[in-house]
């Protein structure tokens, strides 16, 4: 995991050869389905010195950077028109939530605040963004209209840490990891847009990152019920039917669904170091598509 407080287009290739390349390298497994050939996903990488954004096709072909080396920003994700993208910087000295269009270019701050404000999300109505903010003290989630006003602290919870908010795709519902369970361990809750109908998720063990599917049935995760591991679990919105998608031993963390639903991506580190990985919505045909010896993670398609 990484700390807070530190940092034209090309052809796509055939989805055919790049498996048969990464199973005769031993970096995928070409049972399940494969992921889609078109699209883009955006990502945070390590390629030099700072954290950056980067986008690339979504067969991993043709990375290139988005925010320049020098300025640390990360957790990026798509608006729901695929137009712009989300993200964490600190541009203006510590870390803000901004806007940018999916070229990389006019930079808009939705948040301006002397906290710690990350973990953007933009409504499905493209009208509010969720995020995390410690501007009264432990990590809250808030919601802020897009153009920086009225923001409002949704989990008011000063003895607790509440982080990795996403929103159902109706908008009506918030998703979100917190340990005000007790025991500093973290555990999964779900919220109204207002942040009434506070309701736990029946999940064992520790559990950060969810993400909801985009049809609103399911949810994924990141699972620590596995001493010393971390493998992505899915299950149905109400917490039942929990299942362990990654299933082997290392580092599977940080999914996210694609647009149709068929395929997750993640980050891992079966690889030796920090990987963007696809698979099947059921776990199955696993592929690298960051195939880059720094780190790589955070990924997100583009609606």
């Known amino acids: 995991m990484y700390a807070w407080r530190g940092p034209g287009r090309r ?45 690339a096709n979504a067969d991993g072909t043709g990375q290139r950077p988005l925010t320049p080396e020098g300025e ?3 957790e990026p994700s798509w ?6 993208i989300v993200f964490t910087s600190w541009l203006d000295g510590n870390p803000d939530i901004f806007l940018m269009d999916a070229d990389g270019s ?15 999300r933009l409504s499905p109505d493209g009208r509010r963004v969720v995020f995390v903010s410690e501007r009264t003290g432990d990590p809250d989630i808030w919601v802020i209209d897009v153009d920086g006003s009225n923001p409002v602290n949704l989990t008011r919870s000063p003895s607790s840490f509440d982080v990795d908010p996403d929103w159902s795709p109706d908008g009506a519902r918030i998703v979100f990891a917190s340990d005000r369970g007790g025991g500093r361990q973290f555990s999964l809750w779900t919220m ?3 942040g009434s109908g506070l309701t736990r998720l029946p999940v064992e063990g520790g559990a950060r990152s969810p993400s909801w599917s985009p049809d609103g049935s399911r949810i994924v995760f990141t699972s620590y019920r596995d001493i010393g591991d971390a493998e992505i679990y899915v299950m149905r919105a109400d917490g039942r039917s929990q299942t362990n998608l990654s299933g082997r031993a290392g580092v599977d963390e940080l999914p996210r669904w694609s647009p149709d639903g068929e395929f997750i991506l993640f980050s891992t580190k079966r690889d030796g170091n920090s990987e963007i990985y696809a698979m099947g919505a059921d776990g199955s045909g696993p592929v690298n598509l960051s195939r880059h010896p720094r780190w790589d993670a955070m990924a997100a398609w583009r609606p």
Request: hydrophobic letters at 40%.
């Open 79 to 84: 608006t729901p028109d695929g137009s712009r």
């Open 106 to 120: 006019d930079w808009r701050p939705v948040t301006r605040d002397t906290a710690y404000d990350r973990s953007g």
């Open 72 to 74: 640390t920003s990360l």
């Open 192 to 194: 109204g847009a207002d």
């Open 11 to 55: 052809p796509y290739a055939t989805l055919a050869t790049m498996l048969a390349v990464l199973v005769t390298l031993g970096c995928g497994d070409a049972t399940g389905p494969e992921p889609p050939a078109a699209g883009e996903i955006v990502f945070t990488s390590i390629r030099e010195r700072f954290m950056r954004i980067w986008v």
